[in-house]
């Protein structure tokens, strides 16, 4: 499975990305996907995941209400829509792929990077102020 991300940007303060992970190789819909990021000196945070068919999706509470996660099958791509951006939320986004009903079971499953087997090569979002 190969994962590319993308969407990044310069955005204001307040103002809203959506961020895009195209999946592709073999069985690229048999996996949960899930999106991080990491700012400059922080560890890698977990922002929310989602199941293989889409219908079970999961928000980090640190941005829930301004972050949402979708999936488009048909495209094998997942979004993150990021709304009222702070400079905060400033980062390298970044989307994995684990297989099917490996980590969304559990919270503490979920968000840690290392069960992640498939990584993007990680998008840069700015926030202005």
């Known amino acids: 499975v190969q994962l590319q991300a993308s969407g990044g940007g310069v955005v204001q303060s307040g103002g809203s990305l959506r961020l895009s992970c195209a999946a592709s190789?073999?069985?690229?819909?048999?996996?949960?996907m899930a999106w991080f990021r990491q700012g400059p000196g922080t560890e890698r945070e977990w922002i929310g995941a989602c199941g293989w068919s889409g219908s079970t999706i999961y928000v980090a509470d640190s941005v829930k209400g301004r972050f949402t996660i979708s999936r488009d099958k048909a495209k094998a791509t997942v979004y993150l829509q990021m709304n009222s951006l702070k400079p905060e939320d400033a980062a390298v986004y970044f989307c994995?792929?684990?297989?099917?009903?490996?980590?969304?079971?559990?919270?503490?499953?979920?968000?840690?990077?290392?069960?992640?087997?498939?990584w993007g090569q990680g998008t840069l979002v700015t926030v202005s102020s």
């Open positions: 994995a792929a684990a297989p099917r009903r490996t980590v969304l079971f559990d919270t503490n499953e979920m968000s840690s990077p290392w069960k992640y087997t498939y």
């Open positions: 190789g073999r069985f690229p819909l048999s996996h949960d």
